[in-house]
């Protein structure tokens, strides 16, 4: 019998293992990039011709390698990284397999060049197809140059299946985008086809996404913090009003690895439930630092999937996180899209304490002649503190300028002279704002369907139905969420007739429309009878409030979780002040009251705006 097994010839075996590695130009983009970073590169050069189907070049100034170790870079499992497998549970660098460059050799025309500091000559290497053609010493710059040219010549299939130029280099683009905005303290340029695509300074990782996607992003961003002994959250999410069509720009990164965990952005999705528009993507640039023994470190370096061991705790972490800078940083969008703004700025925090102003009030005026302003701000401080931010940063401004007395203008001069650090809750809310009962704004009305309340810095126009939706939405969550819903029992139960089919899904949903305030008597097969509404709905229209809730399960079934969610949202949508209704004052007052107690006011239940601030200087641009 003869035998007919052989060992495969080393290149056909890289060949075969570089399909898993490297599938197209992107990969090698990827491969190289990430070896830069892990030799301490200060500044990384990408250069492509063709996407990268001819030339792929990284140039970087990390710590290089000695002739020998140039040689051997290109074996299989050849890597400087690792050890033993006990390395393998206190990771700090992106590769370790040692695959990535025997891989890319053995299907492309490879030149290194690579010179550690303080040599005098560096080595030159030429490899085609894993054959070392030559190697020579030659005076260079410390750091490493690597060339690849003509990928996948050998592999005919692989280079036929790659796609289009475009489509290539929109794949080099994503690896690009992940590797710049993980590293923002690495300097980095992109050239495609000698032209410069980017030039991105070390900086920050606010500036560093600036320097991507534009100057409107600095006021878009939100930062994002919170340390915990399980995990360290930090980074950005775009402000949910700019949330997108398409999914671009959702980033996660475990530490400083960029990763695709549908499990975390579910956590995202899930904050922003009800303030995100459906079927837009919210933007976010969110880093992870978790001990690096509490992942599963049987990652391909290739997949970007990852396991936490603690998955839970960093689902239930980032969905707070994001809830509670959401909160702090509630800011009304303003058309002012284009300025640079930078709300870097801490929140601020109880426990602080602050200079009361030098200035003296008229007493009518001042809000605080019952109690002493400091004690005044600590109780309420102590209320909520996320309130009370959002509060300052919408209401505070809201002026009235005919019946403004002279001493209550000084309360806004008043203003800058706090010495309130980063940490003092400011007493400027309480101050600026006078009680209710003795001072009323006046707004105004435009077409029943907008509100507009001047500002100290411009005005605020305010969508009255939306707002009204906005306001019911959050007390219909509220009220599920302490379990005290308010039942209005009405004399007489009233009687729905309904098809079967709807009868079922009102079975279905009966638990959760209870919590809402709804008492439901027997549901038969013909009709239901309704015991008692939520206090405040219009009693005459209680079956058309049922059948929307009804229509919106229908057109779209929400999973368990959001299924009060969504009754909710209807409930908001057929019982809120529509446009075409006329206010007064009093009214518009309490709406504008009202709006601003909420947890989200920027947006309807639907993540549409509600409001829109125009600054002074926009109003006076108009004007020059
Ligand atoms: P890995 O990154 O998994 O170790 P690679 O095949 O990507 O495997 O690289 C093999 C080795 O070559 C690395 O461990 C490193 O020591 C060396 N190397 C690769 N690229 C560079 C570079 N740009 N600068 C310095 N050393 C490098
Ligand atoms: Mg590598």
């Given at each position: 019998m003869s035998n007919i097994i052989e060992l495969l010839p080393n290149h056909v075996a890289n060949q075969i293992a570089a399909g898993e590695v490297i599938q197209r130009p992107a990969s090698v983009v990827k491969e190289l990039m990430e070896n830069a970073i892990d030799a301490g590169a200060k500044n990384v050069q990408l250069i492509v011709k063709d996407s990268g189907k001819s030339l792929i070049q990284v140039v970087d100034d990390g710590k290089g390698m000695s002739d020998i170790d140039a040689r051997m870079c290109?074996?299989?499992?050849?890597?400087?990284?690792?050890?033993?497998?006990?390395?393998l549970f206190n990771l700090h660098t992106k590769?370790?397999?040692?695959?990535a460059l025997a891989s890319i050799a053995a299907i492309a025309h490879v030149e290194l060049k690579t010179c550690q500091e303080g040599q005098d000559l560096g080595t030159c290497l030429i490899i085609e197809g894993s054959e070392v053609k030559s190697q020579e010493k030659d005076s260079m710059n410390p750091g490493t140059n690597f060339m690849v040219k003509n990928l996948f010549y050998n592999v005919p299939a692989r280079r036929n299946f790659l796609k289009s130029d475009r489509v290539e280099f929109r794949f080099i683009l994503e690896e690009f985008y992940r590797l710049v905005i993980a590293h923002p303290n690495i300097g980095f340029t992109l050239h495609h086809n000698s032209k410069e695509q980017y030039r991105l300074p070390a900086s920050t990782l606010r500036q560093r996404v600036v320097n991507i996607y534009g100057p409107r992003y600095n006021q878009r961003l939100v930062p994002l913090e919170e340390q915990t002994d399980i995990v360290c959250v930090e980074g950005f999410m775009c402000k949910p009003e700019f949330a997108k069509k398409s999914r671009g720009e959702q980033f996660f990164f475990v530490n400083d690895r960029f990763i695709k965990s549908s499990y975390l952005h579910h956590a995202l999705s899930g904050a922003l439930e009800g303030v995100v528009q459906s079927g837009l993507h919210p933007s976010y640039f969110i880093f992870l630092t978790i001990d690096p023994d509490k992942l599963d470190v049987n990652i391909h370096p290739t997949k970007t999937e990852i396991k936490f061991e603690d998955e839970k705790a960093i689902y239930a972490i980032l969905r707070s996180t994001i809830r509670k800078s959401l909160g702090q940083y509630n800011i009304a969008p303003s058309l002012d899209f284009d300025t640079n703004q930078d709300y870097d700025v801490s929140p601020l925090l109880k426990k602080s304490s602050f200079k009361p102003p030098k200035i003296v009030v008229n007493p009518d005026f001042n809000p605080f002649d019952i109690e002493s302003p400091s004690e005044k701000v600590k109780a309420q401080a102590n209320k909520d503190l996320a309130f009370s931010t959002r509060f300052q940063h919408a209401?505070?401004?809201?002026?009235?300028?005919?019946?403004?007395?002279e001493d209550w203008k000084s309360f806004y001069q008043v203003e800058e002279s706090h010495e309130a650090s980063n940490e003092a809750v400011s007493p400027r809310l309480f101050e600026e704002l006078p009680a209710k009962d003795t001072y009323q704004r006046v707004v105004y009305q435009l077409h029943n369907k907008y509100i507009l309340s001047p500002l100290k810095s411009g005005y605020m126009m305010i969508h009255q139905q939306r707002s009204h939706e906005r306001i019911l939405f959050e007390k219909f969550q509220s009220s599920v969420e302490k379990s005290n819903a308010l039942c209005q029992q009405l004399l007489f139960p009233q009687e729905i007739q309904l098809p079967q089919s709807d009868l079922a899904i009102l079975k279905d949903l009966q638990k959760e429309i209870e919590s809402l305030g709804f008492d439901l008597g027997e549901i038969g097969d013909e009709k239901v009878e309704i015991h008692g509404v939520p206090y405040d709905t219009p009693i005459d229209n209680i079956d058309a409030i049922i059948e929307k809730v009804l229509e919106d399960y229908k057109t779209h079934t929400p999973s368990r979780e959001e299924q009060v969610n969504q009754i909710a949202r209807s409930l908001a949508k057929s019982m809120c002040i529509r446009t075409g209704k006329s206010l007064d004052q009093k009214e518009m007052n309490h709406l504008i009251d009202e709006l601003f107690a909420c947890e989200f006011p920027q947006s309807d239940p639907n993540g549409r705006p509600t409001h829109i601030t125009v600054s002074l200087e926009e109003i006076d641009k108009n004007f020059t």
């Open positions: 290109f074996e299989r499992h050849a890597t400087s990284k690792i050890k033993v497998a006990d390395d590769g370790f397999r040692g695959e209401r505070a401004e809201v002026t009235q300028e005919d019946q403004q007395p």
